[in-house]
């Protein structure tokens, strides 16, 4: 059996398929939005890689320390023997779990097929007895995983849960169980709730590299559809909703004016001073943690933060 192995389950022309309409639906509805998986093409991931090592940007070094001081735990806790990671990216953080883990099968699984391939020969070269088994796959969508040995360690980094809404999270979560057997454990990080200024200052950014990632959607868009949206013509705007406990990415139209997207036959006109959300990234407590993982099947059994309590790593367990 070949080391590295590449699944394609999406479509070829799934993401082209996917921006159309989460564009035509987005931005004919009121209030306006646009999902944050657009900002990621090539630019818009080289942009977020900034923003990962901006003093601002918390949670990518608060992940990482939990993970580095963790790993032990967690392999002991799991005795995991399959790995598998949705939108496992460049399996950067992830091979703190993979050194400490006694693992026989790396299963990353992202729609990125340049960056699967990637990270895994990467990780063979340095890890010559372990299996991966790449899955290109759109992890929201439903998701078919490869027979492999158990226990099984599924993990979803980055905070990346909070960018769906209670119920998109409630179905995700749902989604993951079936994916488990009993015993199987789910690693889930989460952005946890802090002072508003620490938040806003983390998705608004002295430097602006956080407004040039927002600003990308539109860029994607233009690229993608043959729209004329001018970035230069919207505002970043990062706000904290205290009542939601989200924080909310918005581009807010200096003036009025009307985007064409050829593609759609689409005309959306904007007043000034409208608001186009393209993120919510929701902070999260322990109890809320727990309630909607047991919720999806799920028993929370450990719960690790960084030194400043910034972060959480949580395990739990599938009933």
């Known amino acids: 059996m070949s080391p590295f192995l590449l699944t394609r389950t999406l479509p070829e022309d799934a993401t082209e398929a996917a921006l159309r309409g989460d564009v035509l639906q987005g931005l004919t509805r009121t209030p306006k939005t646009l999902p944050p998986k657009w900002f990621y093409d090539a630019h818009g991931s080289e942009l977020f890689e900034q923003i990962t090592e901006l003093p ?22 799991t005795g995991a023997r399959t790995l598998i990671e949705l939108g496992s990216g460049s399996s950067e953080k992830t091979r703190h779990l993979i050194d400490a883990l006694d693992l026989s099968t790396y299963v990353p699984v992202d729609v990125s097929e340049s960056a699967l391939t990637q ?3 990467a990780l063979i070269a340095e890890r010559p007895v372990l299996q991966v088994h790449a899955l290109i796959a ?16 599924l993990a979803f980094l980055g905070g990346t849960v909070g960018n769906l809404l209670p119920v998109e999270r409630a179905a995700f979560l749902a989604s993951v169980r079936a994916l488990l057997s009993p015993g199987d454990a ?8 802090k002072d508003e200024n ?20 539109l860029s994607v868009v233009d690229r993608e559809l043959g729209a004329d949206f001018d970035p230069a013509a919207f505002d970043h705007v990062a706000l904290w909703d205290a009542e939601n406990e989200w924080i909310e990415m918005r581009l807010r139209s200096r003036t009025a004016q009307t985007v064409k997207i050829p593609a759609l036959d689409l005309a959306v006109d904007f007043a000034a001073g409208e608001e186009l959300r393209t993120e919510v990234s929701a902070k999260f407590r322990k109890e809320g943690v727990r309630a909607e993982l047991s919720a999806a099947g799920l028993d929370l059994a450990r719960w690790w933060t960084d030194r400043e309590g910034r972060f959480a790593l949580s395990l739990s367990v599938a009933r």
């Open 56 to 77: 601002e940007y918390y949670p990518t070094r608060a992940e990482r320390e939990i993970l580095v001081a963790r790993s032990g735990e967690i392999a002991a806790a």
């Open 119 to 121: 990270a895994g020969h």
């Open 138 to 153: 759109d992890f929201t969508a439903r998701l078919a995983l490869p027979d492999t040995p158990g226990p099984r360690l």
């Open 186 to 193: 789910l690693l889930l990080g989460t952005d946890l709730v």
């Open 198 to 217: 620490v938040l806003v200052r983390a998705y608004d950014d002295a430097a602006g590299v956080t407004a040039a990632f927002n600003k990308n959607v």
